[in-house]
């Protein structure tokens, strides 16, 4: 771009989460620049795992169709305690449920990130400055200002009105903002060894947490003969002679003994730190943090890159209504609002979720399998939960304040449906990109500026009465849809819908919404 344009957004940082960040901006029109100090993605797997609604995140940006096929959806996971029997029973039926996608996919970084990077170039609306990183940001009146520098000494201006920092735990962003962490007090060694075994089919098509004193211990089958171990280092134990390829090895043996010798090939083997941390801010003026600049999970609950890709899906709509619609920019100290909590709840199971993996003493480990036990009512698989079983919704923030329904902030389900002009699809294929009312009831009065409306049975037809028997179940004619898809309120009668459609344009200009602190 010209030194002198001022794009709608720069997002600063290439991984999963901020290419993510400028394909969801340019799908909803704004001009994007996307900021990376490599010209190349990382090349080897760090996330692995994501949940259905981030399926349902690639699916609004247009690449579910070519990820599907690079993917593997597994079985969820099983937890064995002290003695290799099982603890917790997570594993579920691999089949598409609420959201329409199955509950657990797989998947190989490297790929999925020259993917997005792929896409982020050809995108028309997207200006990718690859090798150049960010030196310094200036905040003006209405606009930021970025130097960018290349490792030739080059230096170019790049101006958005806003600025998307999503430039990882180490964010540099973030540090120059003095933007301080909570640290939630877990920091713990592990070694992650990951191989590409001889098979596609070996091993079980669910993860397995061993929960044993002795060295706890991660496995995770990832897409095609990728596969992934995890173990915890030893207090006083080097863990420099764990990343040899006999130990490693000889490890990987001990909880997995399927891979005996000559059936794996170890592609990295490397010590991390697992931290819980979170920004005290994720937004100053016309910046904000996404993804690990905002917070840090331990990867005990698979959440770590599902958060990020979250933190974008909520800001990308946020900033398409500010600058394309006229609502005030105050709609987007929503943004912290809605997702710190959220997080935090996440981050606390995880961390809990690490504490009772992590321990080290045999007695203790037998106590807390007993208790684990007494809450396991049955060991067999289980079939799919809803997603508000797994996943907290929204408790505050751009939400219907003037009803009490336990829908509210709920992410809406997305079944198969098929449209009066005969198209079929999942829901969101089919109702568009923004605000949505879903109602049982035609609605031949709202303005014709209100957000469309779709009647079940006549614009849209369930065949698996998903959305019929979703509306029953919270005694609603109506839902009125977030463009993310979760629920602002419900209503049950046409006075109500219109007072849910007024309530919408009082929380986006402002007069309801929910500042940060």
């Not at 259905?52 to 959806?73: K, N, W, Y």
Request: hydrophobic share 40%.
């Amino acid at each position: 771009m010209n030194s002198e344009d001022v794009a709608d957004v720069i997002v600063v940082g290439a991984g999963p989460v901020g290419s993510m960040a400028a394909l969801l901006a340019d799908r909803l029109g704004l001009s994007v620049v996307l900021v990376d100090a490599s010209t190349e993605v990382y090349p080897k797997p760090r996330a692995i795992h994501f949940d259905a609604d981030i399926m349902r995140i690639f699916q609004f940006a247009g690449l579910a169709d070519e990820l599907e096929p690079r993917v593997r959806a597994t079985s969820g996971a099983l937890h064995l305690g002290e003695d290799g029997e099982p603890i917790r029973d997570f594993r579920v039926v691999a089949t598409e449920g609420d959201l329409g996608w199955k509950p657990h996919y797989m998947f190989y970084q490297p790929e999925v990130d020259r993917m997005l990077r792929r896409r982020a170039e050809d995108a028309p609306g997207i200006h990718t400055a690859f090798g150049w990183s960010c030196r310094s940001i200036a905040e003006l009146d209405d606009h930021v200002v970025v130097e960018l520098g290349n490792e030739s000494g080059e230096v170019r201006i790049e101006r958005a009105r806003y600025v998307i920092a999503a430039d990882g735990s180490t964010s540099t962003i973030r540090k120059s903002l003095g933007i301080e962490l909570t640290d939630y007090g877990f920091d713990e060694p592990w070694i992650v060894i990951d191989a590409d075994a001889d098979s596609d089919e070996l091993g079980p098509d669910y993860s397995i947490m061993y929960c044993d004193p002795q060295r706890p211990a991660t496995y995770v089958p990832g897409p095609r003969a990728h596969r992934r171990w995890e173990f915890m280092v030893l207090p006083g134990e080097d863990s420099s002679t764990l990343a040899e390829p006999e130990v490693a090895l000889s490890l990987i043996r001990q909880v997995t003994p399927w891979y005996d010798d000559g059936r794996l090939t170890i592609s990295r083997a490397a010590v991390y730190r697992f931290h819980a941390l979170v920004a005290d801010r994720w937004r100053q003026g016309r910046i904000l943090l996404a993804g690990d600049a905002a917070h840090q999970t331990p990867p005990f609950y698979g959440q770590g890159m599902c958060h990020g890709m979250r933190d974008v899906r909520n800001l990308a709509w946020k900033l398409r209504a500010v600058l394309r619609d006229g609502v005030p920019d105050e709609l987007l100290d929503s943004y912290q609002v809605e997702r710190e909590p959220h997080v935090r709840a996440i981050i606390e199971q995880s961390v809990a979720n690490g504490r009772y993996i992590c321990v080290l003493d045999v007695d203790e480990a037998k106590v807390r399998d007993a208790r684990m036990r007494e809450l396991m009512e049955n060991p067999a698989p289980q079939a799919p939960k809803t997603w508000k079983d797994l996943i907290p919704g929204l408790s505050t923030g751009v939400l219907d304040e003037t009803g009490s329904s336990p829908a509210t902030g709920l992410l809406f389900p997305q079944p198969w449906v098929t449209a009066s002009d005969g198209r079929h699809g999942r829901l969101d294929d089919i109702v568009g990109d923004g605000w949505v009312l879903i109602t049982t009831a035609p609605y031949a009065d709202r303005e014709a500026s209100g957000p469309p409306a779709f009647v079940v049975g006549a614009d849209v037809i369930d065949d698996s009465g998903t959305l019929q028997a979703w509306l029953s179940a919270f005694d609603a004619e109506s839902v009125l849809l977030r463009p993310d898809r979760y629920v602002f309120g419900v209503a049950n009668d046409a006075e109500g819908t219109r007072a849910l459609l007024d309530a919408r344009e009082a929380a986006l200009h402002g007069l309801m919404a929910t500042r940060a602190e």
